[in-house]
Antibody, heavy 121, light 107 residues
Framework: EVQLLESGGGLVQPGGSLRLSCAASGFTFSSYAMSWVRQAPGKGLEWLSTISGSGGSTFSADSVKGRFTISRDNSKNALFLQMNSLRAEDTAVFYC??????????????WGQGTLVTVSS | AIQMTQSPSSLSASVGDRVTITCRASQDIRNDLGWHQQKPGKAPKLLIYAASSLQSGVPSRFSGSGSGTDFTLTISSLQPEDFATYYCLQDYDYPRTFGQGTEVEIK
């Protein structure tokens, strides 16, 4: 059974940094691309970033390009999102998600339970 | 970026009703579209991928159709556990984009 467990969320001041983690289990982690998606309070889903199974390709939304960096450690079955220069509008629940394939051109098929990031002074 | 326009934004329906939600892409996305269900306070869940393929474990009352720019999610007989918000997501090109969501409420 696929399990995705996010961690690292919390309260951070504007301009601060935070690193989210996603621990994966139940599948061959390196064979699947992984993504981060967020949801601001009361709002819809927003795709942020995807990384291929090997980690050799990454894709990011313009809204976070240059501030957020996706990475992975296949030896530890872990996905990361480094978030810098955080703004109040980054306040959201952040979900990690698994793709159906390794390239970054397959659909999302599994989701973690999410971790809340609050940016406030 | 490809824009995904979902309609309606909300609907009220009764148990047993047939429900249809549509998603329109701003350009041809072949069949690279998924439908995800989200219940309040919970993570989304994949229902349909590649426009019409039922994800394993999802009840057969859910179905998807369409290709190109126009797509439909149909619930053939609405059940109490189906009251939720539904999102379409295109994975044809980056940036991936979601529809704005359709909230299905109890009438």
């Amino acid at each position: 059974e696929v399990q995705l467990l996010e961690s690292g969320g919390g309260l951070v001041q504007p301009g601060g940094s935070l690193r989210l983690s996603c621990a994966a289990s139940g599948f061959t982690f390196s064979s699947y691309a992984m993504s981060w998606v967020r949801q601001a309070p009361g709002k819809g889903l927003e795709w942020l970033s995807t990384i291929s199974g090997s980690g050799g390709s990454t894709f990011s939304a313009d809204s976070v390009k240059g501030r957020f960096t996706i990475s992975r450690d296949n030896s530890k079955n872990a996905l990361f999102l480094q978030m810098n220069s955080l703004r109040a509008e980054d306040t959201a629940v952040f979900y990690c998600a698994k793709d159906k394939g390794d390239s970054g051109y397959y659909p999302i098929d599994s989701w973690g339970q999410g971790t809340l990031v609050t940016v406030s002074s | 970026a490809i824009q995904m326009t979902q309609s309606p934004s909300s609907l009220s329906a009764s148990v047993g009703d047939r429900v249809t939600i549509t998603c329109r892409a701003s350009q041809d996305i072949r069949n690279d579209l998924g439908w995800h269900q989200q219940k309040p306070g919970k993570a989304p869940k994949l229902l349909i991928y590649a426009a019409s393929s039922l994800q394993s474990g999802v009840p057969s009352r859910f179905s998807g159709s369409g290709s190109g720019t126009d797509f439909t999610l149909t619930i053939s007989s609405l059940q109490p556990e189906d009251f939720a918000t539904y999102y379409c997501l295109q994975d044809y090109d980056y940036p991936r984009t979601f529809g704005q969501g359709t909230e299905v409420e109890i009438k």
